[in-house]
């Protein structure tokens, strides 16, 4: 527990930023004062992180985005100890408390995977609720195993309304609990039940205020990129592989280990109680279609496997466990596997980040600051440009939360707001920017202070390309009609880019 602990708090403050954890915060912001994703503004996931992140909004008013990265840090945290509970619920009784130790340790002693569920990304949310409804699905008996099977349906459909592709997992354990109906009679029903009301919770009021919105939110938007080529789907696959490899090499070692040792010796295991099988399987197939559904995306990032994480080692640690013959070996793998993970963890290449910035020939470029003190100590410097109009012409929106000042409407999802080719009576209805309604916007001057990164008017959405160097330089024109340079900053934020402050002509 001390060293996750310890690789928490490193991520929280030397962690690098993300553009994500912007507009998810500002998102949170919107909510906590009564306004709604898709109806009044622009969101482009399931409504879910938008409600629980506004409730927790306190934390960030107070503390800027290091309280939103302590929220988040605590929800993976909390996912690894329930993840430690299911295994342990479905391993062997001699063999629990091995479950449990191992469990966490392949997902709270990862760096890769402390950083992820640190940064305010869904994935923090949407492991805590897939661990969760795993860990309530362990309860089997009587009056209580059958609330449990509601309240596991509620966990699946929360994790969809966080991540939609964390919906494979509502068919995957419908067809478990349909499996072992005979010892589990109505539970399958129950899940549905549970999954079925809190899904049309939050989805059918959005399908009814804003349809195209939602739709487009949660569904098209995702289908909006495409791969170029054969020889570049390929490419893209291949690196996801190998880069989810690099991130949980200790859990993939384990796994393949754990699968020669099943192999090679089938008799003399300690075997689980056969009433934990089905849901160890229903565990396997969940993060099999889960990590289907990331693969076929048209641009696949192997952090989407963070969601699937604490399932995977649910069913590993459990696995492990009953392969365990001897006290003795339960000792010895326990003890290795931890100082293995302890050891991976403090030589990731996510550690390395927390203190250096790229390399020049043969030389490191030390961090001079953390990023996030390099973005506390911007949105102070924003604030004094401000005034009191309280207003930010920015696409990065974690500076505009950091400095407790508001976007224009349209800019809510930062980098991902512009959107070119859309006509403008759509572009209004989802509540994003065209062409024509981002060259009026720069033009019009709604903000006495500006600030452009890298990603600022540079990324055309959906497909996430970069903007053509002719359009560039028109929306840069449009921005120098109304706005004057008075700064920058450098390096700032996500990839280190340039920020450039502008404040509006006299």
């Known amino acids: 527990m001390a060293v996750a602990l310890v690789l928490y708090a490193l991520n929280l403050v030397f962690g690098d930023l993300n553009q994500d954890e912007g507009w998810y915060l500002y998102a949170a912001r919107l909510v906590s004062e009564r306004q709604l994703p898709y109806v009044d503004f622009a969101h482009t996931q399931p409504p879910v992180l938008c409600f629980t992140y506004g409730l927790a909004w306190p934390l960030v008013a107070r503390w ?20 430690a509970v299911a295994a342990r619920r479905l391993a062997p009784a001699p063999r629990r408390d091995a479950a449990a130790l191992l469990a966490f340790a392949l997902v709270a002693l990862n760096a890769y995977h402390t950083y992820f569920t640190t940064i305010v990304k869904t994935y923090a949310l949407c492991g805590f609720f897939l661990a969760a409804a795993i860990a309530l699905l362990t309860v089997q008996r009587g009056r209580i195993g059958r609330l449990a099977a509601y309240l596991a349906g509620v966990g699946l459909a929360l994790a969809a309304g966080t991540r939609i592709s964390a919906g494979v997992m509502i068919p995957v354990a419908l067809a478990g609990l349909w499996c072992v109906r005979d010892r589990r009679p109505g ?3 129950r899940l549905g039940i549970g999954a079925g009301v809190v899904g049309l919770l939050f989805a059918a009021p959005f399908l009814w205020l804003a349809p195209d919105s939602f739709l487009f939110g949660v569904f098209h938007y995702h289908t909006g990129r495409r791969t170029d080529n054969l020889t570049t789907w390929f490419v893209y696959r291949a690196g996801f592989v190998s880069r989810f490899v690099q991130a949980y090499f200790v859990p993939v070692s384990v796994a393949i280990a754990a699968a020669a040792a099943r192999f090679f010796r089938a008799e003399g295991r300690c ?21 289907l559904l990331h693969i076929t995306a048209a641009v696949p990032y192997e952090d989407y496997q963070v969601i699937l994480a604490p399932l995977a080692a649910v069913a590993l640690a459990s696995w492990v466990a009953a392969l365990l013959v001897t006290a003795k070996a339960e000792r010895w793998v326990v003890a290795v596997l931890i100082m293995v993970s302890i050891g991976a963890a403090f030589s990731s290449p996510i550690n390395q980040s927390w203190f250096v910035s790229g390399r020049d020939r043969i030389w490191w470029r030390l961090k001079e600051k953390p990023h996030l003190q390099v973005l506390r100590e911007t949105a102070a410097r924003v604030r004094a440009l401000a005034g009191d109009s309280r207003r930010l012409l920015t696409q990065d929106t974690y500076l505009a939360v950091e400095a407790g000042l508001r976007v224009p409407r349209g800019l809510e999802l930062g980098p991902f707001s512009y959107y070119p080719d859309l006509d403008t009576a759509t572009a209004r209805s989802r509540h994003v920017l065209n062409r024509e309604l981002m060259q009026a916007l720069l033009r019009s001057g709604p903000a006495p202070v500006a600030a452009v990164s890298g990603y600022g008017l540079s990324v055309a959405s959906p497909a996430v390309a970069e903007l053509p160097e002719p359009e560039q330089r028109s929306l840069r024109a449009a921005l120098a009609e109304r706005y004057i340079p008075a700064g920058t900053v450098r390096p700032f934020g996500q990839a280190d880019t340039t920020l450039e402050l502008f404040i509006i002509k006299p």
Do not use: Y
């Open 271 to 291: 075997r689980a109680p056969d009433e934990s099988a089905w849901l160890r399987r229903t565990a396997w197939a969940g993060v099999a279609g889960g990590t």
């Open 64 to 83: 800027g985005v290091e309280g939103g990265r302590l929220f988040t840090a605590m929800l993976g945290l909390a996912g690894a100890l329930l993840a």
């Open 187 to 189: 539970d399958w029903v």
